[in-house]
């Protein structure tokens, strides 16, 4: 059935009002949730993945650093955990119905694995602009037993027409994060840390619903309390932390989706519920922080890490003068990185260490101009890595978008020194947002 984006949209808030009575929310206790039951469920579906002592980020902050690698688990994020355990425990009705979820990541992959395994039909919608890797991905786990239904320009869009599908078909909806089954099992992952290793002093967990950091607490708080829970939010994505500044969760206007894997714009009602008074701190890393920790986790270590995978490690700079001497995890939530993403995280990489910088620079309509500033304006190891003419009216005159890179911070400040001693009129890129997103 054709319904307009309007009519999506308004439709949002009654279609979740609508969902099953599995979709548990605010009323369900933290005692009802049973992680150890959870792990029984899964011993023979989720693997048990290594908890990997890291040398180089122990000797760098003089701590015992180990990764919790779920970008080793069967669909290469944790999330095969909750769907699975959600999905195992429908009534023999509700099986035959089968299942619908929203994702355009992880989830649907993990929902996907459990209805293949469980011999249940699953009804999975995705966003029109989902890549194709991704689509391909939920199609390798689910097989025959799945449908992908391409739909909505935005996920708001796609899960309200999923929402309407449940309903109209009297099927079972699978949240990403916001159920206690699928809390129960994100909360598997703290039960094989806890089996590895005691005395743990933090654990940095990704956020994006809560699913997993609600977990965590659950499971550490009856056996490890003395350790500290430290959530990670992408800095343009921080539900959790606004959702505890104003003491409930609520809606942000606009997020950046780089990190696709931990940017809501909501955080659940249960996770809230759990985590809102156990999260021992709440830290924000930038988006080029990141990307820079994939890079160097992949050409250090061979680890394929996804943004949200990267986001515990790139978070223990903003803690290193609290970490010497202590015992410290890393959740490595997940590895489906698409390498068609390589180059814009390598770009966002070099932007935020200082390294790539673009100008608009109006060259002084004479011949000569542009060899000038190549020789001698740029730097012995300054690399011009675009170049355009923005108005072209020959090819040596008129202003034209130039982007740098250089070998160090300090290399860019002889740079702008060169530029201003012969008064080349520029504008610096990087430092326009509206002018960047426009020209780069």
């Known amino acids: 059935m054709a319904v307009s984006s309007k009519a999506v949209i308004s439709l949002l808030p009654t279609a979740r009002c609508l969902l099953p009575t599995l979709y548990h929310m605010v009323h369900t206790t933290q005692q009802q949730i049973d992680i150890n039951k959870a792990a029984y469920v899964l011993k023979n579906v989720a693997l048990k993945t290594p908890l990997q002592f890291h040398r180089k980020l122990s000797e760098k902050f003089g701590a015992e650093v180990y990764l919790k690698r779920e970008d080793l688990q069967v669909v290469r994020s944790y999330k095969i955990r909750g769907a699975y355990n959600l999905i195992q425990s429908l009534t023999d009705e509700q099986r035959k119905r089968g299942v619908v979820c929203a994702s355009a990541g992880n989830h649907a992959q993990g929902v996907a694995f459990s209805c293949r395994e469980l011999n249940i039909k699953g009804v999975i919608y995705m966003p029109a602009i989902t890549p194709k890797q991704k689509i391909n991905q939920v199609k390798m786990f689910g097989g025959e037993n799945i449908e992908i239904v391409l739909i909505g320009d935005t996920f708001d869009e796609c899960q309200a027409h999923a929402l309407e599908y449940t309903t109209q078909h009297a099927m079972t909806f699978i949240p990403p994060f916001d159920h206690p089954k699928v809390i129960e099992g994100q909360g598997t992952v703290a039960k094989e840390i806890l089996e590895e290793q005691s005395n743990i002093d933090y654990i940095f967990v990704p956020i994006g619903g809560g699913g997993l950091c609600a977990g965590l607490i659950s499971y550490f708080q009856t056996y490890s309390p003395q350790t500290k829970i430290v959530g990670v939010e992408p800095q343009g994505a921080p539900s959790m932390k606004e959702a505890l500044k104003a003491g409930k969760p609520v809606v942000l206007d606009s997020i950046q989706r780089f990190v696709d894997g931990a940017s809501v714009k909501k955080v659940g009602d249960l996770t809230f519920e759990i985590c809102k008074d156990k999260i021992a701190d709440m830290l924000l890393v930038p988006e080029g922080k990141v990307s820079s920790t994939i890079l160097q986790l992949y050409n250090e270590d061979a680890i394929v890490a996804e943004p949200a995978g990267a986001l515990s490690i790139a978070a223990l700079d903003q803690y290193a003068d609290k970490l010497k001497g202590k015992k410290v995890v890393c959740i490595l939530s997940g590895g489906n990185n698409d390498i068609d993403r390589m180059n814009e995280i390598k770009e966002r990489s070099l932007l935020y260490e200082g390294l790539k910088h673009y100008f ?81």
Do not use: C, W
Request: proline letters at 4%; hydrophobic letters at 40%; charged letters at 25%.
């Open 360 to 440: 608009i620079v109006r060259f002084a309509q004479r011949p000569g101009a542009l060899k000038e500033f190549v020789n001698h304006i740029l730097g012995p190891t300054d690399d011009i890595v675009r170049f355009e003419f923005i108005q072209k009216h020959n090819k040596e005159t008129g202003p034209a978008l130039i982007g740098i890179e250089v070998k160090s911070r300090e290399d860019f400040t002889t740079l702008i020194e060169r530029m201003d001693s012969y008064k080349l009129n520029y504008t610096l890129v990087n430092q326009n947002e509206n002018l960047f997103e426009y020209l780069v």
